[in-house]
């Protein structure tokens, strides 16, 4: 990532003649020509006079060094490349990120697990232990701007590419790493999604209190720190400009769930000071322990909610909604559900006075949202105001025309497996358009990328090839790690 110095207004032309400087001086003084110079002053090129979204990207013209393999990472450098950033994968010769084999729908293709999360990348394969191999490794780290990693502690370190290494080859060099914990007692051990959530403390306060820790199955520790670190390595590249060194990022798993589970961290911190009055169990009489309770479906924001059963509940599993009571539309849902008394009835009028008979309020609400179907009750309550939001099963999501029209769910034509869909890119900006791509084939773009990025003329090319150091090996010799 590069930065120009702003042109200016100023002239290197000396003028021929006393009347050419002094219209050169009056030319000068014109307020177009202040305003010029105070819009560049900021150190920021002028506004581009392309259409909007054919500007380019916004990460045009950085290379990211792509080490990492299954999801946490590849979710990070995946969102980089949507960004417009050069991500060069770097995968084993012969066997590549492990996940392109794992759980396998179409025979002789890349898994969907690799191909959703590795789209709009490049990849090279390289024997990061044969000499060449090395030889490539090093050209690619003076060539790239960030190198992100995730894995298991210590493995960077093994392969030669420690921190003071990389820095010394490229000082600009950004060296981004997820890990399961940050700096203390558990730093050396391998952490997966569920391990994250539970370490973070998202499975503890997820679930019905009377029932175990329950994950949830968003990936909040893998997809989830895989975006903390793209936003951290966006910020070491902007302090790049001001500094012109790289940086070491660090997202620990343990880390990203619990930010997101922060809201839970907070009621921990009420709890030291009364029990936590919009929790269903308050209202049922039901005393506090001493850590933050599972609360079902209770909202997090303070407002009661619960999940209610709708029309073909008894044949479809996400016959359901999300149904919550918010104060200022009370009225509203009184009137919806045929309550219209509720509203002065000094047992149901006040939030408070609401608490204790809660799951009486929803056992009725779901009299109502029984006879209609999820959709017909968002349509119905959203007329009204009332905060609502039907269960969606995945294969509405992935049949949802809005969804598609967006780009948040993509339709991508595989070489190798066909038509598959994939998540886009969750980030919308008006001025940095979106494409989608396929995920690479293993070692895809090895020699383009050698010849057009790194400089390797065609005989050093045939070279390396030939040494065995971007091949796999021959059958029944050890493939070692890149």
């Not at 790239?144 to 210590?154: I, Q, R, T």
């Not at 269960?391 to 034509?413: F, H, N, P, W, Y």
Request: one cysteine or more; proline letters at 6%.
């Amino acid at each position: 990532m590069t930065t120009r110095k702003p042109r200016t207004a100023k002239s290197k032309a000396k003028p021929k003649s006393k009347t050419a400087a002094k219209k050169v001086v009056k030319l000068k003084s014109k307020k177009p020509a202040k305003s010029a110079k105070a819009a560049a002053s900021n150190g920021l090129p002028r506004p581009s006079t392309k259409p909007w979204g054919a500007a380019g990207k916004a990460l045009e013209g950085v290379r990211i060094l792509d080490f990492t393999h299954v999801q946490s990472g590849p979710t990070c450098t995946q969102l980089l490349a949507y960004m417009g950033a050069d991500v060069i994968k770097v995968e084993r010769p012969g066997v590549g990120d492990i996940t392109r084999g794992q759980l396998r729908d179409v025979k002789g293709a890349d898994s969907l697990y690799f191909t959703m999360l590795n789209g709009n990348k490049r990849s090279i394969t390289i024997d990061s232990k044969h000499a060449k191999g090395k030889e490539v490794l090093e050209r690619l780290i003076k060539h790239c701007d960030v190198l992100v990693e995730n894995f298991a502690p210590g493995a960077l370190d093994r392969m030669g590419l420690t921190w003071e290494y990389i820095h010394k080859t490229n000082p600009r060099m950004i060296v981004a790493s997820v890990k399961g914990f940050g700096p203390g007692p558990y730093e050396d051990c391998k952490v997966y999604e569920n391990v994250a959530q539970c370490a973070g403390g998202a499975a503890s306060t997820t679930g019905f209190r009377d029932g175990p820790p329950l994950v949830t199955g968003a990936q909040i520790g893998d997809s989830g720190t895989g975006l903390h670190l793209a936003f951290g390595i966006v910020s070491a590249l902007y302090q790049r400009i001001r500094t012109g060194r790289g940086q070491r990022v660090l997202c620990a798993m343990q880390d990203g769930v619990l930010n997101l589970s922060r809201v839970k961290l907070r009621d921990q911190q009420r709890l030291t000071h009364g029990p936590l009055t919009e929790y269903s169990q308050y209202g049922e009489g039901i005393p506090f322990g001493s850590a933050v309770p599972r609360a079902g479906n209770d909202s997090g924001g303070g407002q009661p909610g619960w999940i209610l059963k709708c029309k073909g509940w008894e044949r479809d599993p996400d016959a359901y909604i999300y149904f919550i009571t918010q104060a200022p539309v009370w009225g509203a849902i009184c009137d919806l559900i045929g309550k219209p008394d509720w509203k002065s009835d000094p047992d149901y009028a006040t939030p408070p006075a609401r608490l204790p008979r809660l799951r009486h309020i929803f056992d009725t609400i779901e009299q109502w949202t029984m006879t209609k179907s999820k959709f017909e009750v968002m349509d119905i309550c959203n007329g009204v105001d009332i905060p609502v939001g039907p269960i969606l099963s995945m294969k509405e999501i992935a049949e949802e025309s809005s969804l598609r029209k967006t780009g948040t769910v993509v339709e991508v034509d595989h070489p190798k497996r066909g038509k598959y869909l994939t998540v886009g890119n969750p980030v919308k900006m008006s001025d940095s358009i979106t494409e989608v791509k396929r995920a690479p084939l293993l070692g895809e773009h090895t020699e383009e990328i050698l010849a057009k990025e790194l400089g390797y003329g065609a005989a050093e090319i045939a070279d390396i090839k030939a040494s065995g150091a971007i091949t796999a090996p021959e059958k029944g010799a050890r493939a070692e790690a890149a």
